[in-house]
């Protein structure tokens, strides 16, 4: 069984920096595509940003410029480094793995891993 757990969210003031981490069991890791995605208040599921088995990363314009996907094979595990937070940036972030919707279009929720998601609240 697949299962996708995060740690990291939490409280930042606007400006200020945070560090998602997933770790994954039941998969094998090293060859699977490893994405986050996020609900921001209010809105919709949105893509963040994909870490593929060649090393390859791929950002949205959700973020771009703000965070930094990352993964250690060895670990089982993937990160968002994500910097100058804002406001709009609040909302609840997912680790997700095989999950359908193309990076331009919204991921689709009843399909593929989830983990349970971990809230990322900017707020001074």
């Known amino acids: 069984e697949v299962q996708l757990v995060e740690s990291g969210g939490g409280l930042v003031q606007p400006g200020g920096s945070l560090r998602l981490s997933c770790e994954a069991s039941?998969?094998?890791?090293?060859?699977?595509?490893m994405s986050w995605a996020r609900q921001a208040s209010g809105k919709g599921l949105e893509w963040v940003s994909g870490?593929?088995?060649?090393?390859?990363?791929h950002y949205t314009d959700a973020m771009k410029g703000r965070v930094t996907i990352s993964r250690d094979n060895a670990k089982n595990m993937v990160y968002l480094q994500m910097t100058n937070l804002k406001a709009e940036d609040t909302g609840v972030y997912y680790c997700?793995?095989?999950?359908?919707?193309?990076?331009?279009?919204?991921?689709?929720?009843?399909?593929?891993?989830w983990g349970q998601g971990t809230q990322v609240t900017v707020s001074s």
């Open positions: 997700t793995t095989g999950v359908r919707g193309a990076y331009y279009l919204a991921p689709e929720r009843d399909s593929g891993y």
């Open positions: 039941g998969l094998t890791f090293s060859r699977s595509v």
């Open positions: 870490s593929f088995p060649d090393g390859s990363t």
